[in-house]
């Protein structure tokens, strides 16, 4: 067997295979996140927009037979939760936390609703780049089939840092995160940038859910998130709101994921659930080390959460 | 003085500096050639205009247009060597029935600094937000260059090229300085070429009065930084007329002295004026030319600096000498010492020192008055003695025990507090009128049994022996406190904090702020009659009228201490308000 002429060097490639193929749900919230967090608000229901982008891509995908249009429509799904979560969370004195939680079951509970008929169905994925082929290695070759969607957001990362730093758009949307009455002493409408950030931000979870349906782990089932979207709000603290840094720990997220399932094939298997924690331990990890009552995060937007 | 001295041997320096500052303009060719272009066509809109008469909004943002991209502007750059003429006429501004603003009438000549004098609520501000747009004046004029122009927002201000630093910070803490310049400017394209930005930054940066780093968060500068940067953000914007709302308020004296002394230079070279708010007598003779005071509204004053002394300028403030209005005292039975403070010393939120090592006794039977410009300490103080802030050293000693303000320690000595902002600081907005009023006493007989079960009959009919023996007015006792108008929600602390019969030590700031009259009457009365009863009062109040009245002795905090002490009835009145001023 291929498996036991790799030997332990298979949990190094299970790891590298499970990071390249499930970071994108990470990387897309959490870059969705980041986005609403600069403009000073939370969206905890973006768990719940990565259900609803992950049923509705499926859905799509199986009905048009298209997965591409799948991920659109995705994105258009998270646009409409982002909708009603920008309306509730920007009226004065709601909280976003709260409004947050109810998405994240809203959310979820529709895309269980009209996800039941897709259960059993099988829709036509997204596609695979193949980037294996030097290799004689079928593990090597399957770990380097890569996800165009997963290199779309690879892509969005370094153009979202650059959007902050170098877009008039950008520096207003961190000035009415940072400063609210700085931003309304330059007559910005700090209402109209919060909306478009978070329905922007949506629109991102939604596709990111479009990935786990179409494309790893490319079914629909509804426990296929597993937290993922609650995770990458967690993980945009540890990235100190900076897109390239979401990137990189949404790596880390994807490989930790894969540590369960690369010590597995190589015949590990007890402490198998321990192993499958350890996105959850990371998690809690870092909002420990992260957190202090003595001081605040640093470079965290300065009204974030606050209603205005 | 040495700090005047420094500035009048650097004028020179500075005054080259500014010159090159306009130039910069002219000689800044570094523009991109399709915004060139753009600037002559404006350039020669203006010439058939005139120029002088340019007082549409709209033409003038050409200009500013012209001459940032700087292709030929050397005509704009002439056009604009003197900063236009501020007028205002006959401006009155009514809230309500008051009068914040009684027809007054005031001018800014071109390239002079001109202080704007008065006590707190003078109308001060309220006069510059009319100047900048933020309210629409009753009646009456602003005029630029003589002509009588509408300015509805900051904006349209913008546009005359007059340009405002608040007392506040508006710049983005979290952003760089280049950041926050390139942000405040009102038609700076969607995308930002930082390496162009940079340049012209630091091209600007080079001929500005301060220099402050480009690449630092705006968070990590000190307050005098920031408000250089809030200065340097208005010179950016090419405003020509800066209006400064207390501009030192946040800073250390020396920084204050650095940076007025700067924007002094910079008026002598002609190209600018600054109108600047202050109540500070210091800042206004050593770097003002002229002098506008208010009182109350109205137009107290006005005149060259260097004509007035301090002492006209403080009647002018202040009004007439005034004799202390006296309301009826009982000599006190025994005098006991009750709150002593030893070297107190407390910090501000920032963590830079707000109270530095006060002393002070206060006796049974005594009103002590704290006569101070807000943010000398005074706030602070009040903090610590309420226990809503720590001490950082210095003892606090109450009937000659420690005192660390705990709720037991403030039972058994019978220590209460009408602070500032009641509802913030002395209420639970939502809980009812009923429950706050018994905040103190809820845990206690009659109200409670055993100290956990809590009788709300007793609790609701002593409520409403407070709210009708106080007058009180509130639908029921049951309706949130919150729900409240300001002078009630002081009256009901009032009734809470005065209605205990063995209150030894009654701590009072600003108790009258905001009211009307007779609550104000009703609450001074209160005050007497507890003093009277053998209380120990310390009463903080910005407004020296209500001190002089109520208060047997007079202290005044600056600087966060205590810089003169009087019995009320041998103060000097010119000592206090030149000590208040920091003097």
């Known amino acids: 067997m291929a498996t036991e002429a790799l030997g332990w060097w298979g949990v190094p490639l299970g790891i590298a295979a499970g990071t390249l193929r499930g970071s994108a749900p990470f990387l897309f919230v959490s870059l969705g996140e980041c986005l609403t967090e600069k403009s000073g608000k939370i969206n905890l229901g973006l768990e719940g927009t990565l259900l609803m982008g992950a049923m509705s891509a499926y859905a799509i995908s199986y009905v048009t037979q298209s997965p591409w249009l799948g991920v659109l429509v995705a994105g258009l799904a998270g646009i409409v939760l982002g909708s009603i979560h920008a309306f509730l969370s920007l009226q004065p004195k709601v909280n976003d936390i709260a409004v947050g939680i109810a998405m994240i079951i809203f959310g979820s509970g529709v895309a269980f609703f009209f996800g039941k008929p897709f259960i059993q169905p099988v829709a036509p994925q997204l596609p695979a780049l193949e980037f294996g082929a030097w290799s004689s290695q079928p593990q090597v070759q399957s770990a380097l089939e890569i996800c165009p969607l997963f290199l779309i957001g690879v892509a969005i990362a370094p153009l979202m840092q650059w959007f902050f730093q170098s877009t008039r758009w950008g520096l207003l949307i961190r000035a009415v995160g940072d400063s609210p009455d700085a931003a309304r002493a330059m007559g910005i409408s700090i209402f109209k940038i919060r909306l478009l950030c978070i329905i922007t931000g949506s629109f991102l979870a939604g596709v990111g859910g479009s990935y786990l349906s179409l494309f790893y782990p490319g079914t629909w089932t509804e426990r296929i998130s597993g937290g993922q979207g609650l995770m990458a709000v967690a993980l945009v603290i540890f990235a100190r709101w900076q897109p390239m840094q979401c990137l990189y720990a949404s790596l880390l997220f994807g490989g930790a994921q894969a540590i369960g399932p690369a010590l597995q094939s190589v015949g590990v298997t007890s402490y198998y659930y321990l192993f499958n924690a350890s996105p959850y331990i990371l998690t809690l990890a870092i909002m420990i080390v992260t957190c202090s009552p003595k001081r605040t995060l640093r470079g965290a937007p300065g009204t974030l959460g606050s209603s205005h | 003085m040495s700090n005047q001295i420094d500035t009048a041997q650097d004028s020179n320096h500075f005054q080259t500096k500014a010159n090159l500052h306009t130039q910069g303009f002219a000689g800044d060719g570094s523009g991109t050639a399709d915004k060139g272009e753009a600037a002559t066509a404006p350039g020669g809109s203006l010439r058939e205009n005139g120029g002088v008469d340019c007082i549409d909004p709209n033409r003038l943002d050409f200009l500013e247009q012209a001459q940032r991209s700087a292709g030929g502007s050397s005509l704009a750059t002439s056009l604009l060597a ?318 000659g025990e420690i005192y660390r303000a705990t709720r037991a320690e403030m039972f058994r000595h019978q220590i209460f507090s009408l602070p500032e902002e009641p509802l913030r600081n002395a209420c639970v907005p939502n809980m009812s009128v009923a429950e706050n009023l018994a905040l103190r006493t809820f845990d206690r007989p009659p109200q409670a049994k055993g100290g956990w079960l809590l009788i709300h009959r007793v609790i609701r009919q002593m409520a409403q022996a407070l709210v009708t023996r106080f007058s009180i007015k509130t639908p029921s006792v049951d309706t949130p406190v919150g729900n409240l108008s300001g002078g009630n929600v002081q009256r009901t602390v009032l009734a809470r904090e005065l209605s205990s019969e063995r209150i030894k030590l009654l701590i009072a700031a600003n108790p009258c702020f ?69 003097h």
Request: aromatic letters at 6%; hydrophobic letters at 45%.
């Open chain 2, 514 to 582: 905001g009211l009307d009259f007779a609550a104000v009457e009703y609450i001074h009365g209160q005050i007497v009659a507890a003093r009277n009863r053998g209380v120990a009062v310390l009463l903080v109040s910005e407004d020296l009228d209500e001190l002089l009245k109520l208060s047997d002795r007079i202290v005044v905090i600056s600087g966060g201490r205590f810089v003169y002490e009087s019995v009320t009835t041998n103060a000097d009145f010119a000592a206090i308000s030149q000590s208040m001023a920091g």
């Open chain 2, 82 to 399: 003197q900063p236009p003429e501020l007028e205002v006429v006959n401006i009155t501004k009514q809230f309500g029935t008051m009068f914040a603003l009684d027809s007054v009438s005031m001018s800014l000549k071109p390239g002079t600094f001109h202080a704007l004098l008065g006590e707190n609520g003078a109308g001060k501000s309220t006069l510059v937000k009319c100047i900048m747009g933020f309210y629409a004046p009753t009646s009456g004029e602003v005029l630029i260059d003589k002509q009588i122009c509408q300015i509805a927002s900051p904006r349209d201000a913008h546009r005359y090229g007059i340009g405002m630093v608040y007392q506040h910070f508006t710049s983005v803490p979290a952003m760089t300085v280049a950041e926050n310049l390139v942000l405040s400017r009102f038609d700076s394209s969607n995308l930002i070429n930082w390496k162009l930005e940079h340049e012209q930054l630091s091209a600007f940066m080079q001929t500005a009065p301060f220099q402050i780093p480009l690449d630092v968060p705006v968070a990590q500068l000190a307050a005098g930084q920031k408000q250089k940067l809030e200065i340097l953000k208005q010179l950016y914007l090419k405003s020509r007329i800066l209006i400064l709302d207390e501009p030192t308020s946040v800073l250390t004296p020396k920084e204050a002295d650095e940076v007025l002394g700067l924007l002094q230079a910079e008026v002598q070279t002609g190209w600018l004026s600054v109108l600047m708010i202050s109540h500070k007598f210091r800042e206004v003779t050593a770097f003002a030319d002229e002098v506008t005071v208010l009182r109350k509204g109205k137009l107290a004053g006005h005149g060259l600096v260097k004509e007035l002394s301090i002492q006209d300028m403080a009647e002018m403030m202040m009004g007439e000498k005034r004799e202390p209005q006296q309301v009826e005292k009982v000599a006190p039975s025994a005098l006991a010492p009750i709150l002593q403070l030893k070297d107190l010393h407390a910090n501000k939120d920032n963590g830079l020192e707000a109270v530095a090592g006060v002393n002070l006794t206060i006796y049974s039977g005594e009103i002590v008055g704290i006569a101070g410009i807000s943010g000398n300490g005074q706030r602070e103080l009040v903090e610590v003695l309420a226990g809503q802030r720590q001490a950082t050293s210095g003892q606090v000693l109450v009937n």
